[in-house]
């Protein structure tokens, strides 16, 4: 991988990332700070890498940094401050039930939701990238949509 | 092969439409025999898609590119230039250590005076007498030309002004004058292995004065002359300091 290639990589990921991990963790600081940790981490293994998989490479480090970060935060955070139970929200529209109950699923299923849906990579793209076999991104999905729709069937029967 | 960790994968690819025929006979097998796993009704909608909810740009992307510094732009020229900023500077190096060779030797060459000087002053101090003195300061590799000079005064000497003894030489003159011969010989001779001594010859008037280094004794220099005596004496720091014999200033006295 060259020098082009990388900066090609920057030009092209950068945003994806960015927005891939701000979406999880909700903090833009620390959302630029995992995008850069990881673009550094490609830039200092760019030799290594080839130019097809530094998409796949780049994405995996900024899910596991951001696990890691998302980790942390949870050793150091206070109970009071613990989101509230998905049984007290009222949500206004589907759109943001389902950004409301997406804060709610576990990582791996976020990740694999938010990449699927949003990025439009394959089922062996994602496995790659968060350490997964494809049969396993599957059932993962697979609960997140359920997940999802119960909430949103929930809301209809409230409304 | 479907199991109850994996069978909603099949699910998934039934309600996306990628089951094949074979898989979706097995999974409803399977189903069968579990019906607590069946998907309820309405459970799945494929239309149900995650979006980001924050759409925000990136800030950074221009700090993350790679653009070569001024440092690597810069690196051929400033080689180049501390190249040669090294070559002027070795350059003035050699200059200065060049210039300052010529004072260096002229500084020795003013020390070979001021000992010919000095080797010169105790002796026209010990005479006593107005008499010119020519000095010369030679290499042992000339001393056999100035051997040779110091014969030839010694025979001018004695046809212009040295008188003829009204008496005859005493024995112990005699020997002496055998003795100056034979070391001057012997000196001639051991040319080769003197080389790397100073001598130095004295010639007050037509007096021929020859000091020569004592090779076995540092401080001692042995003295000859075209008269007839010679002595040896005591130097100090490279000065020859002697007190001539009384034989040699009444010779002296007598010219």
């Known amino acids: 991988m060259t020098e082009e290639n990388y900066n090609q990589c920057v030009r092209d990921l950068s945003q994806k990332v960015y927005l891939f991990i701000l979406n999880q963790i909700k903090d833009s600081q620390a959302a630029q700070d995992i995008v850069q940790d990881s673009f550094l981490l490609l830039w200092e293994k760019r030799k290594e890498i080839d130019k097809g998989k530094a998409q796949g490479f780049v994405f995996k480090v900024a899910y596991h940094k951001m696990i890691d970060s998302i980790r942390y935060n949870k050793r150091f955070t206070l109970p009071s401050q613990t989101k509230e139970p998905q049984t007290q929200i009222m949500y206004s529209d589907a759109k943001d039930v389902i950004t409301k109950v997406l804060d709610t699923l576990p990582e791996a299923q976020r990740a694999i939701i938010l990449l699927r849906d949003n990025e439009g990579y394959s089922y062996k793209e994602i496995a790659q990238m968060l350490n997964l076999s494809p049969e396993k991104v599957q059932v993962y999905l697979y609960r997140a949509r359920v997940a999802i729709k119960k909430v949103i069937i929930r809301q209809e029967n409230i409304i | 092969m479907i199991t109850t960790e994996n069978y909603e994968a099949y699910l998934l690819m039934r309600e996306e439409g990628e089951l094949s025929a074979e898989k979706a006979k097995e999974l409803k097998e399977f189903l069968s025999k ?134 005859p030489l005493s024995p112990i003159a005699q020997t002496n004058i055998e003795q100056s011969k034979t070391k001057q010989d012997r000196m001639q001779t051991d040319q080769p292995k003197e080389q790397s001594q100073k001598s130095i010859s004295i010639r007050v008037n037509t007096l021929v004065v020859y000091a020569q280094p004592n090779t076995e004794k540092q401080d001692t220099v042995h003295i000859y002359t075209n008269s007839l005596c010679t002595f040896s004496s005591k130097r100090q720091r490279n000065k020859i300091r002697f007190i001539v014999p009384e034989s040699i200033t009444n010779l002296i006295a007598k010219l």
Not at chain 2, 80 to 103: E, G, R, Y
């Open chain 2, 34 to 167: 579990n019906p607590d796993l069946a998907p309820q009704k309405n459970e799945y909608d494929p239309k149900i898609k995650a979006i980001y909810s924050i759409d925000e740009p990136f800030a950074l992307t221009k700090e993350l590119l790679h653009t070569p510094s001024a440092k690597f732009y810069l690196w051929k020229p400033l080689s180049f230039a501390a190249s040669l900023a090294l070559v002027i500077a070795i350059s003035i190096l050699i200059f200065k250590n060049s210039n300052n060779k010529t004072p260096q030797f002229a500084k020795k060459s003013q020390k070979q005076t001021n000992l010919s000087t000095k080797v010169a002053e105790p002796i026209a101090k010990a005479n006593t007498t107005n008499l010119k003195t020519n000095i010369f300061y030679a290499n042992s590799s000339n001393q056999k030309r100035i051997a040779q000079k110091t014969t030839y005064k010694t025979t001018s000497q004695k046809q212009i002004t040295a008188p003829q003894p009204t008496q």
